[in-house]
C-alpha cells in the first residue's frame, strides 16, 4: 500500500500550479503506461505533450478528466486534491461526487468531436450548462451563441452535426466545451481526425483561445509546427516518463536527449 | 380467498378517454357498416356454402375480435416498452442490486413460456389477493413477457452508443443520470428501433394466447366461429389474414415512419 501522508491534503502558498501530478502511476495489468509522473502546469500556461504512439500521453490528459482511474499519486487542481479527497487527516480514493465537484473545472475536447449527434450545435453548447450548471435558457444561449462566434459558427448554430464538417464539428466541440467556463482545457489531439485542409480552422481558434482567454492548457498533438507556434512549454514523453521539457525553442531546436533527438528527425522526415 | 378485488379498465377508459374511445368505436361500426353494404345481397342460409355467407354471418364478431387483438396488442405494447425501458436501464446500472433485479426480471419472463405466465397471472396471483379480470390480466402478461425480451434489446442498444459519447457527457461534468436521461437513451431509441419493429409483431402474435382465459379476441372468436360452422378454412384463413394485415399495415410501416423521424437529423440525406 502506498504511504499516503506524503500527499499534502491541498496546496498552498503563492505559486500554487493549477494543475499539479505527483508521482502519478497509471497501469494496466503488467503494462506500465505511466511511471511516477511529476508535472506542474502553472495558471494560463499551455503545455504540449508531443511523444511515439504508446508513450502515455494521451493517458496523461485522460487521468486528469478522471477518464482513467490512478493506480498511484495524486493529482491536484487549482491546489485541491482531483482523484483523492481528504478523510481524517489523509487522501483516500475520490467519491464520485467529489470528483464532480472539482472536476468541473476541467474541460476537454476529444479526437473525434464526439458531438452529441441528436443535437444542434446550439443544443450541443446549452446542454450542460442548463442541466449541470443550473443556468437559465436564456442566459446559457446567450453564452452559447458567443461562443459558437467566437470559433467562426454563429450560422451554424442550428444545425445538427451530421451537416457539419469535421473541423467545424471540432470547432463545435470546442465551444461547448468553453460554455462550461473551465479553466484548465483539455485538448486531445483535436487535429488528428481531420482532413489536411481543414486543420487550420481549428489551430486558429486555438490560438485565438490562447491570446485572448486566460486559460490554463494541456494539448496533446503530432503537429509539431503548431505546438512550437503556441506553446510555452513542450513535455517529450518516452515510455511513459517524460523524456525531455522545456520551451518549444529549445525542445525543437536544440534536443539534449537521444530519443528526443531521434522522434523529432523521424517526424521531420515523415512531413 | 377473502375479499377480492377486481381490476377493470373499462369505467377508467370511458372517462380519461371519451373522445378517443368514441372515435375508435366509431371506426370499429363503420367497418362492420362497410361489411354489411358489401354483402348486403348475401342470403344467409342456416348453413354456410360459401365465402360471402360466411363473412355475412360472422363478420360482425371477427371485426371485433380483431379490435380486442388490437387493443391487447395497444396495451400490451405500453406495458412492455415501459418494462423494458426500466429493466434494460437497470441492467447496465452500476448498482449491482438493480443489475439483478433486472437481470432476475428478464431471466424469468424469457425464460419460462407466455401461456404459462399468462395462466399464473389469471389463475395462480388470485391465491396470492391478486385479482385480474381476463383482459388486463391478457395484455399485462404479454407486456411482461415481451418486456424481457425488449430489456435486452434496450441493453443492447445502450451499450451500442459510441463510447465517445459517454466520455463527451462525462467531460461536461454530467452526472450518471442525466448522461443517461438526456444523451445516451435517446440514441440508444434511434439504434433499439428495428429490433422494436420485430418484437412488436412477435407480441402482436403473442395475443393469441390471451382467448385462452377468455378475452373475447380474434382468436377466441375463430374458435367460437369454428365451432358453430366448422368451416375451417375460411374461419382460420380469415384470421390469419387479418393478423398479417395487423402487422403488415399497421406496425411495420408505423416502426419505419418512426425509424425515419428519428433518424432524420442523423443521416445525411
Known sequence: M?????????????????????????????????????????QSEMVTVIGPSGSGKTTVLRMLMTLEKINEGVIYVDGKPLTHMEKNGVLVPASDSYIRSVKGDIGMCFQHFNLFPHMTALQNCIEAPIHVLKMNKKEAIERAEDMLEMVGLADKKDQHPIRLSGGQQQRVAIARALCMRPKVMLLDEVTSALDPEVIGEVTNVIKKLVAEHNLTMLMVTHQMGFARDISDRVCFFFDGKIEEQGTPTALFDNPQRERTQQFLSAVKSAD | MGSKKSLSLKPLKRIAMGPIVSIYEGIQSAIKSLLAALLSGVEVSGRVDNYLEFLAKFGDRLVDGAFITLEQALLAIIVAVIMATIFGVGRVSTSLLIRSISTTYIEFFRGTSLIVQLFWIFYVLPFFGVVLDPYPAGFIAVGLNLGAYGAEVVRGAIQAVPRGQYEAAYALNMSARLRMRRIIFPQAVVIMLPAWGNLLIELLKGTALVGLISVTDLMFQSRQIYSLSYAAIETFGTILIIYYLIARLLITPSMRALETRLSRNLKRS
Not at chain 1, 502506498?2 to 503563492?14: A, I, K, T, V
Not at chain 1, 499539479?20 to 502511476?25: D, E, L, Q, T
Request: hydrophobic share 40%; proline share 5%.
Open chain 1, 2 to 42: 502506498e504511504d499516503m501522508s506524503q500527499y499534502p491534503l491541498e496546496l498552498n502558498g503563492d505559486d500554487v500550479p493549477m494543475v499539479r501530478f505527483m508521482n502519478v502511476s497509471k497501469r494496466y495489468g503488467d503494462l506500465t503506461v505511466l511511471d511516477a509522473l511529476n508535472l506542474d502546469i502553472q
